[in-house]
């Protein structure tokens, strides 16, 4: 078939809207027709040239929702009409990380999406008969994709899909963090540092584990505002230089630190306050957000000696196919409010904007309406 | 009362060992008897002048083992006649910290025993009436101390008191470092870098907690071999220079790291291999080793996102009074081979022979017998 999509034609470059063919889903692959997509860090990361397994061209996006409009042979666990969302972590129940509660990060079919490639080392996008690689197993900036069945969270179909999308990856990689990694317990006091949409959603899943008090830090007024929305009993507006947050957290907490840290920035020296503020004896400190390429985040392991922990979150650790779902009814049961997330709506047409509001700090999240 | 004990007159020089006198214990406080005290590390460290927390004059010594002599009043839990291991690292049992099942470390008389005093803020021990200052709250290089009744922990009659004594720093650090801060699973593959006191105990734990496959690193053949002694099913000849050890460890587990690490060495470029060579999803690296100041572990956030975590241990995340009985115990009942470690008897007059020892790496450890 053939469909609509934007296409990173070259790094650092606006995306190319153009149309591509589709091919059918092979075995174990869905058919699916996008309905919205938020506009994500990582692929305004991917499209700068930065990212050193970036190629092109590729269909980017990846945090999508939509129907399912056909199924490939095999495919048991969704049908026609089914409401998805994309997980660019799949979850194939099989392999031996699957199977252990302890990870996310599924095995399967890992090797060949790094690369560009559906699971059979081939793929559906193409132009003029030459193949284009998808993009995190997803490529959701189109107006259809071919995904395998293990990387589809069915969700219920009450959810509306421009909400939805926001689960497959920022908020659930938030709320995940503080629910799945963190495992926050009731009463402890939090830090976030960063709120943007994975530091929100970690805000909510620490209100959502019954933490008594919730700090969050960022540097704009705004986003703090929002941070308090979602739950946070504290603010500080804080940046990297100094000691200042690590001492204002140190001094909200009786010198000891937080029970649980969780960075959502990407910059080393706020993980390294995320660690340095965590709470002697059992303090964690959970990293979500991707570091530059040969940045290093620097402990002093007296730190670590007298009893800090150091973990990190690859979306939130969620196993996509059984918890997103949930997550999604967590917000139909009103427990979370994702309209607040929402702050522009864009045509798939209107990406590039999506790019520049992401870098102006404007907003949340822009999520592309196919319509 | 008069009794003899070496002191640290002046940083870098030889211990004197000497007259002093000693006060009858105080409330809340024992008189104790040493019969053997191992010469660790963390003695020399002091002495040498490279603590930056460190103080002259003080009586070295903290891996004290003996008989209480008297009691002060109000003392409760201990009488006289009773066998106890001396504990730097105290459990009041009272404390948030002590209440709470994930940490060892008790804040009860912290500040004081950090400045070299008992908890009244006065000490024991004085020359010519002027007060010394006690080191770690133990100060075991001595024929008798005075410490606080929650620093002892009391210890079955049947232990001989020359190993007993291991349990108090050295021992402890490592077997709990595996069976309670790592909390090692049965069937999982474990490395422990550095084969001293500390990684041979790491690796008698990792053992005890019913390991599969456990890889010990050190440079020393000699020591490698005590290493397999103590239940390591592997062993690899390592530095710290280059990707060696790291990558060895990847191609003994498959490409994915081992369920935990547990460094015991103090470099930090150690920590960072035993950080590296963790499993993927849900590698553990523990860190026991103290590294010099103003040293940092630098981590790759990449490796904690995708699953490994990082944490620290202090005194093996024992909780003396209550988990050093319960160790000595399974020495006695032969599940820990203690002897292997007792390398060499010297008098409390040979103290420095015993630092001599260790700088040459001769023998794991030095024991002083008080006859």
């Known amino acids: 078939m053939r469909m609509r999509a934007a296409v990173l034609e070259e790094f650092g470059q606006p995306l ?9 889903p092979a075995a174990g692959e869905v058919l699916l027709r996008l309905v919205a997509c938020g506009v994500c860090h990582t692929d305004m990361y991917t499209a700068s040239g930065v990212d050193p397994s970036g190629y092109a061209p590729t269909v980017l996006g990846h945090e999508g929702a939509g129907v399912v409009e056909a199924v490939g042979e095999g495919v048991g666990s969704l049908a026609v009409g089914d409401h998805v969302v994309t997980l660019f972590s799949p979850q194939c129940r099989e392999c031996v990380h699957c199977l252990s509660p302890k990870t996310n990060i599924c095995l399967a079919i890992r090797d060949q999406q790094g690369k560009g490639y559906l699971p059979d080392g081939t793929t559906r996008l193409s132009r003029d008969g030459e193949p284009i690689r998808h993009f995190m197993g997803t490529s959701t900036f189109a107006e259809y994709t071919v995904m395998p069945e293990i990387a589809l969270a069915k969700v ?10 926001l689960f497959a990856c920022g908020l659930s990689t938030g709320l995940g963090a503080a629910m799945f990694t963190a495992k926050v317990e009731a009463g402890s006091t939090c830090v976030v540092f960063g709120a943007g949409m994975v530091g929100l959603g970690a805000v ?10 919730i700090v969050c830090v960022d540097l704009s007024d705004e986003r703090l505002e929002m941070a308090r929305h979602q739950g946070a009993t504290d603010t500080l507006v804080g940046g990297v230089g ?22 959502a920035t990407g910059n080393v020296a706020v993980m390294r306050q995320a660690v340095e503020s965590a709470r002697m004896g059992w303090g964690l400190a959970t ?16 730190l670590l000696i007298t009893g800090r922990r150091v973990a990190g979150s690859s979306f939130g650790g969620v ?3 059984d918890q997103v779902p949930q997550l999604v009814q967590r917000y139909l049961d009103g427990d979370i409010d994702v309209d607040a997330f929402l702050s522009h709506r864009i045509t798939l047409d209107e990406v590039n904007t999506g790019f520049e509001l992401m870098e102006a700090q404007d907003g949340i999240r822009s999520v592309i309406d196919f319509g």
């Open 156 to 165: 219920s179909p009450e959810a509306p899909l421009d909400r939805a999308c």
């Open 16 to 24: 190319v809207v153009q149309e591509l063919d589709l091919a059918e």
């Open 204 to 213: 909510a899943g620490c209100r959502l584990q019954g933490a008594e008090r």
């Open 242 to 263: 100094g000691d200042g947050v690590v001492q204002a957290i140190l001094d909200m907490t009786g010198g000891f630190g937080a029970d649980y840290t969780i960075e």
């Open 287 to 302: 990293m979500c957000g991707v570091a530059g390429k040969g940045e290093t985040l620097d402990i002093v392991p007296r």
């Open 319 to 321: 196993k996509g196919r």
